[in-house]
């Protein structure tokens, strides 16, 4: 039987740890949640020697003890609980060459609580190309621990950090700092008061309470030990700062020596360029816009596989399979509804690899830079311009996203309005009605059917903005706001973290998203395929009846159509009818409109059935054919410019999407948020639909 | 054999409609979101 | 009093008191602590973020926060 060493990767932000984690676990690893809070939960397995393995997990990056935002918070919780399963036995400090002084402030806070430490010299393999060298063996006598260099791509290192591992019982857990140097009264007393805790492990828990709010205290109840002011908690803690620092300082004078003159850096002139008042800007704008570019034409082709591959996937199943009911959902409600679901993962993947890798370059951050002042008069945070971004492609990664959020209400609002931007669903419905209604022509040589689109993409941008603005005026928060954030060198990124980045963010969009979208495929497939009463199911009967007299009616589609207006979704439709006519749109549009909630893209699907079934000639026609023919009994129109202009404004503002709803509800951990979003954004279209209807028609 | 389809058929729009409930937390499940002794954050 | 929201691009200045209770404790873990040089490598327009560097840190803050940090300014060169 083996065993597990259960291990944790600790390490600020931009050190690389998960490129070690990586290279540690490599596709043995998995993405879950910890229960109750939504940071994700990173873990995996490396094999070590002799059958025994390690349990890693990958801890979300921290600077300090000291929590500012709910991922840092989760690292403290783990490391002052010992009951906790994922409690480690060892834990890997990892550091970066480059910031070595600083990275050291968090291995001494986790040697202080008595947790075996291994320290991770990441990056090792530029450390001559920053004039840097250092002394190990020496390293390793003053601060007391087992040092390990290693890189990135996991060339160095490795089997010495597995070895390390597997001997954890040796590591020495000797404290670096002497607590009662900051303020002997002060904690002389605590630790009389509370002789069976650690003491150091007591001094977090209390000044936890001046910095973040909220902590769970769990088995150590001393909340009537207050005989510090927060302000005096504060200064302490600026001491323990200060005291770690000398130590770190005096170990490292002794042990590294860094010659600037040998060091070979882009980074001052990169910023100089990329975070220049004017350029800094433009070149930001001009990445976006190749990034949009490049993902519309790249996408294009494995969506149009993705396409006729699962259509042929549908026939096929039909042709096969025993001729009924099931077969048909199989095909035109399972098949179909997966396949809507994958058609989307090209654009999405690629979106996220580029945000990745401007990540793992390092350029986001100069973006959080140049992009906070502007957020900032909008309620939002610079952080928040990825989530933003990433919405382009869906809401639900961008989201999650947020997480690195510090402060709440910016975290909150850019949750709220982050769906407004144009996400890859809507796209679908876009053009095919731009297609429709959208006459021919152009204006300074950009078509009016780009220019359209282009508008809807900015008026998603422009309301996120706005609504952000409102948001900020409305919600109240006592709580301070602070951006600190760290500038890392700039890198060129390691290819297997991207595409496993990618994977990961993909995927949670493919289970998230897809298996709701796929469950509401199946109940409105049963919903247009059964109907209440005679009407329905003597479909056949009453049209056969009805046209006998008739020359040069084709049957099927009448019989198909009627069943239509008679099945359950039907119904539904032709109820809302009184409400979604003064937007312009017909019981069919309003069934297309309800079948969007499982997803928008849903909708094209949904008029393609829904219009061809009326029009079953052998001659198949194109969906844009079919809809362009459809009429009212008075014989106008039914898709004219001002009932597609009505369609494309409420689907840039509705809030249809149900996955979206569930991932904002298990973000913001309540009810309220997403029935607000919900309520209010659904209001919106429907008024701005009306009106442009009305005033158009 | 129809009637083995239209059973079928039942089947997966029942899972389909304890799945959505599910998922929205209108319904509970066998399977509890935590995996944590410890009391969690369900609320 | 000097802070560091009073330099500008391409000043140098050592660090003098970040004893304001409102300077976020992660800054000075990061390195913003008494005797430490500072460096200001960019100021973002309209008052938003400095981009400075304290003792090989690079980092931005927001200018809310520049002005608790106060600083002795090193004479230009």
């Known amino acids: 039987m083996s065993k597990q060493i259960k291990v944790s990767l600790i390490g600020n932000p931009n050190t690389g740890k998960t490129s070690l984690f990586n290279a540690l676990t490599g596709l043995n690893q998995k993405v879950g949640n910890y229960p109750g809070i939504t940071v994700e939960k990173k873990e995996g397995i490396c094999k070590l020697e002799r059958g025994v393995k390690a349990h890693i997990l990958d801890l979300p990056g921290t600077y300090s003890l000291n929590a500012s935002s709910i991922d840092e918070n989760l690292v403290i919780e783990l490391l002052l609980n010992k009951n906790d399963k994922d409690f480690p036995d060892v834990a890997v400090i990892v550091s970066d060459v480059e910031n070595l002084k600083r990275n050291l402030v968090l291995f001494t806070q986790i040697k202080d609580l008595k947790i075996p430490v291994i320290l991770a010299v990441n990056m090792a393999d530029r450390m001559k190309y920053k004039g840097i060298s250092l002394d190990i063996p020496l390293l390793e006598k003053e601060l007391d621990a087992k040092i390990i260099l290693t890189s990135r791509d996991g060339s160095l290192g490795i089997s010495e950090l597995k070895e390390c591992i597997v001997n954890f019982k040796q590591i020495s857990t000797k404290p670096s700092i002497d607590l009662s140097l900051i303020d002997e009264n002060y904690f002389n007393s605590l630790s009389s008061a509370f002789p069976n805790q650690d003491l150091y492990k007591l001094w977090v828990v209390i000044s936890q309470d001046a910095n973040f709010g909220k902590m769970d205290r769990n088995s150590l109840d001393i909340l009537d030990f207050k005989t510090k002011s927060t302000s005096e908690l504060k200064r302490l803690q600026q001491k323990e700062t200060i005291k770690r620092y000398q130590f770190i300082n005096n170990a490292l004078r002794l042990g590294q020596v860094i010659d600037s003159s040998k060091a070979v850096g882009y980074r001052a002139i990169l910023d100089r360029i990329l975070t220049h008042k004017i350029y800094g800007y433009l070149i930001f704008f001009i990445i976006l816009l190749a990034i949009f570019q490049v993902i519309y034409d790249w996408s294009s082709v494995p969506m149009d596989l993705i396409d006729t591959a699962f259509a042929d996937l549908a026939s096929y199943t039909k042709e096969v399979l025993p001729a009924g009911v099931m077969t048909d959902l199989l095909a035109e409600g399972i098949i179909a509804g997966i396949g809507g679901i994958v058609i989307f993962i090209p654009q999405i993947a690629f979106l996220f690899i580029f945000i990745s890798i401007l990540e793992e370059t390092g350029y986001m951050s100069r973006v959080v830079f140049l992009m906070d002042r502007v957020m900032r008069k909008y309620g939002l945070s610079g952080k928040s311009v990825v989530p933003l971004i990433s919405g382009t492609a869906c809401a639900i990664p961008a989201i999650m996203a947020t997480r690195n959020i510090e402060n709440w209400k910016e975290r909150l609002i850019t949750i709220l309005v982050t769906p407004f931007t144009t996400c890859s669903a809507r796209l679908p419905v876009y053009l095919i009605i731009i297609a429709l209604v959208i006459p021919e022509g152009s204006f300074l040589g950009v078509s009016y059917q780009a220019l359209t689109l282009m508008m809807l993409y900015m008026l998603g941008f422009g309301m996120a903005i706005f609504s952000a603005y409102i948001l900020n005026k409305i919600l109240k928060t006592n709580r301070k706001s602070f951006l600190v954030i760290e500038m890392p060198n700039y890198k060129v990124p390691v290819l297997r973290d991207v595409l496993i980045t990618v994977f990961e963010k993909t995927k949670s969009f493919v289970l998230e998203a897809g298996k709701i979208i796929l469950a509401i495929s199946i109940i409105l497939w049963v919903l247009a395929s059964y109907g209440p009463g005679e009407n329905f199911n003597d479909a056949e009967n009453i049209i056969t009846e009805k046209f006998e007299k008739f020359e040069n009616i084709n049957i099927e589609s009448e019989i198909a159509s009627h069943k239509l207006e008679h099945s359950y979704i039907g119904i539904i439709g032709k109820s809302i009818e009184p409400i979604i006519k003064p937007l312009g749109y017909d019981w069919k549009i309003g069934i297309g409109l309800i079948a969007s909630f499982a997803a928008r893209e849903v909708f094209v699907g949904t008029l393609a059935t829904i219009y061809s079934v009326g029009n079953t000639d052998d001659v198949e026609s194109t969906i844009k054919e079919s809809m362009s023919s459809e009429v009212y009994s008075d014989g106008s129109k039914v898709f004219t410019l001002a009932s597609g202009i009505s369609l494309l404004l409420f689907y840039a503002f509705a809030m249809q999407c149900m996955s979206t709803l569930a991932i904002v509800k298990k973000e913001t951990n309540s009810w309220k948020w997403p029935l607000l979003q919900l309520i209010i954004m659904t209001l919106i279209a429907y008024v701005v639909a009306f009106i442009s209807f009305q005033i158009l028609n | ?43 | 009093m000097y802070t560091i929201a009073d330099l500008n691009k391409g000043d140098t200045a050592i660090i003098k008191d970040v004893s304001s209770i409102d300077i976020p404790i992660k800054l000075l873990e990061m390195g913003c602590l008494p005797g430490n040089e500072i460096k200001v490598i960019q100021q973002a327009p309209f008052s938003g973020p400095m981009y400075i560097n304290i003792e090989g840190t690079h980092l931005a803050i927001r200018s809310k926060t520049a002005k608790l940090i106060i600083v002795d300014k090193l004479k230009d060169e």
């Open chain 2, 1 to 43: 054999m129809n009637i083995i389809q239209e059973i079928l058929v039942g089947i997966t729009l029942l899972i389909s409609v304890i799945y959505i409930l599910r998922k929205y937390n209108i319904i509970g499940g066998k399977k509890s979101k935590c995996s944590d002794g410890n009391g969690c954050g369900c609320n």
